[in-house]
């Protein structure tokens, strides 16, 4: 296999790196922005998650919306989080492969836009689906049992999390945040 020379002008991280939890904590332990930028995710990120699992009791017209979803709301937030971690590990498994087929069709468009590749959109979209069922399970096992809502309800919540709040912000064109 030939070796790729590869000089960096510019170190660019893709956008799943950028939403993913551990990167965000060592970006605002060295200072600056992250800092700022690991607030406002984990605080939007919470808010997302309280909305859409008091939107999904709203629908089911579950009696006690507000203190069910708030009973829930850290574990269901700790179970995206969870899901994200995971789902970005075959991300970066295709980008730590040392293959050309691998490098030209698929993690070097991690790096500009994956809409330029089917087969990098493909993956996205894959671990997307990976990451949503992920958090359908981890939400439908665990963080809802925490609350007295019915096998049905459980389902539905967790249903409604998965689709609404999963990873969408990975088909971002990561060069969009650079020049």
Do not use: C, H
């Amino acid at each position: 296999m030939k070796k790729r020379s590869v000089t960096m002008y510019n170190m660019v991280i893709p956008m799943f790196v950028v939403l993913w939890p551990p990167a965000w904590f060592f970006t605002s332990i060295m200072g600056g922005a992250g800092g700022v930028l690991l607030l406002v995710m984990l605080v939007g990120n919470l808010a997302v998650d309280w909305l859409v699992t008091a939107l999904a009791l709203r629908l089911q017209k579950v009696p006690q919306i507000k203190k069910k979803s708030l009973a829930v709301l850290i574990p269901v937030w700790l179970s995206g989080f969870a899901a994200d971690f995971l789902g970005g590990i075959p991300l970066f498994v295709l980008m730590g492969v040392d293959n050309d087929w691998i490098y030209e069709n698929i993690s070097g468009y991690f790096y500009t836009s994956i809409f330029e590749s089917p087969y990098a959109l493909a993956a996205t979209l894959l671990d997307i689906l990976f990451v949503g069922l992920l958090i359908y399970r981890f939400n439908r096992n665990w963080s809802l049992t925490m609350t007295d809502l019915t096998d049905q309800q459980r389902k539905r919540t967790a249903l409604t999390l998965a689709i609404l709040t999963a990873p969408y912000l990975f088909l971002l064109p990561t060069r969009w945040f650079y020049n």
